[in-house]
């Protein structure tokens, strides 16, 4: 893959999230064995020796098992990748599990992550019901640990902008408290450049200002290494298992690409 000319190597992040795990590695979500699916993907990323970063940005799990946890670590552990795995909860997850599971060398769970250039902010969206909330208390964190002098790219599991089906009905609440902590944040320094989330089982792009009068940013959604999502909840537009790379340039510019795995 080339990288723009006359700009330093880029900060390059893989982001993979929905992956719906059973405790049954053959079982179907929607007809796709989401276990092979999840392989799949982790095994096309490790192959990628430019990667630098990356982050699973939720639902793990479909049934609530320990045994879905065990499966995902055991996943990532027999993938080899060339760097940890940075995790997010999805509304699907209980993030003391994610703790539990998620331990070693092949994970951290550091919401925080520092490069020359960039700092990736990890953000919680879980609340009590499957749609997403960001507390007071997240954007004070976030507040504190931001390097004004770094750029920041945003992740987080719920989308903060509707996309136009279903799934927004499960989407991030009090969008525009949202949105108005981000501006307030970003005033003056404008150092967070995207918003980057998972959930939605599908990639989208929504420029900024499309969907909102104060979305001030790009918002990059990621497919899901389990199944697609059409615009219905049972229009499965493709169940090849997918990711999304980014690439994060030491001029504040992004370049992301979707990588779909043949068969």
């Given at each position: 893959?080339?990288?723009?000319?006359?700009?330093?190597?880029?900060?390059?992040?893989?982001?993979?999230?929905?992956?719906?795990?059973?405790?049954?590695?053959?079982?179907?979500?929607?007809?796709?064995?989401?276990?092979?699916?999840?392989?799949?993907?982790?095994?096309?990323?490790?192959?990628?020796?430019?990667?630098?970063?990356?982050?699973?940005?939720?639902?793990?799990?479909?049934d609530h098992s320990k045994q879905s946890y065990q499966l995902f670590s055991q996943a990532v552990v027999q993938a080899k990748l060339s760097t940890k795995v940075y995790y997010?909860?999805?509304?699907?997850?209980?993030?003391?599990?994610?703790?539990?599971?998620?331990?070693?060398?092949?994970?951290?769970?550091?919401?925080?992550?520092?490069?020359?250039?960039?700092?990736?902010?990890?953000?919680?969206?879980?609340?009590?019901?499957?749609?997403?909330?960001?507390?007071?208390?997240?954007?004070?964190?976030?507040?504190?640990?931001?390097?004004?002098?770094?750029?920041?790219?945003?992740?987080?599991?719920?989308?903060?902008?509707?996309?136009?089906?279903?799934?927004?009905?499960?989407?991030?609440?009090?969008?525009?408290?949202?949105?108005?902590?981000?501006?307030?944040?970003?005033?003056?320094?404008?150092?967070?450049?995207?918003?980057?989330?998972?959930?939605?089982?599908?990639?989208?792009?929504?420029?900024?200002?499309?969907?909102?009068?104060?979305?001030?940013?790009?918002?990059?959604?990621?497919?899901?290494?389990?199944?697609?999502?059409?615009?219905?909840?049972?229009?499965?537009?493709?169940?090849?298992?997918?990711?999304?790379?980014?690439?994060?340039?030491?001029?504040?510019?992004?370049?992301?690409?979707v990588n779909e795995i043949s068969y």
């Amino acid at each position: 893959m080339k990288y723009r000319k006359n700009i330093n190597k880029p900060l390059v992040v893989a982001q993979f999230s929905d992956c719906h795990l059973f405790s049954d590695t053959s079982a179907l979500h929607l007809g796709a064995n989401v276990w092979q699916n999840l392989a799949q993907v982790l095994a096309s990323i490790a192959k990628k020796t430019e990667v630098d970063v990356i982050v699973f940005t939720g639902d793990l799990t479909q049934d609530h098992s320990k045994q879905s946890y065990q499966l995902f670590s055991q996943a990532v552990v027999q993938a080899k990748l060339s760097t940890k795995v940075y995790y997010l909860a999805g509304n699907h997850d209980d993030p003391k599990l994610l703790n539990e599971y998620l331990t070693g060398i092949c994970f951290s769970a550091e919401k925080t992550i520092t490069k020359q250039y960039w700092q990736i902010q990890l953000i919680d969206s879980k609340s009590t019901t499957p749609s997403g909330r960001v507390t007071k208390t997240s954007f004070k964190k976030l507040n504190q640990v931001m390097g004004k002098s770094k750029y920041q790219l945003v992740m987080m599991h719920h989308h903060p902008v509707d996309i136009g089906y279903y799934i927004d009905k499960h989407g991030l609440t009090e969008q525009a408290n949202f949105w108005k902590a981000i501006n307030e944040l970003n005033a003056g320094s404008h150092c967070i450049k995207a918003i980057a989330c998972g959930h939605v089982h599908r990639a989208s792009f929504i420029a900024k200002g499309t969907q909102r009068a104060d979305q001030s940013l790009n918002v990059y959604t990621c497919p899901a290494t389990s199944v697609q999502f059409g615009d219905t909840k049972t229009s499965v537009k493709s169940i090849k298992p997918s990711y999304r790379l980014f690439h994060l340039y030491s001029n504040g510019e992004i370049d992301s690409f979707v990588n779909e795995i043949s068969y």
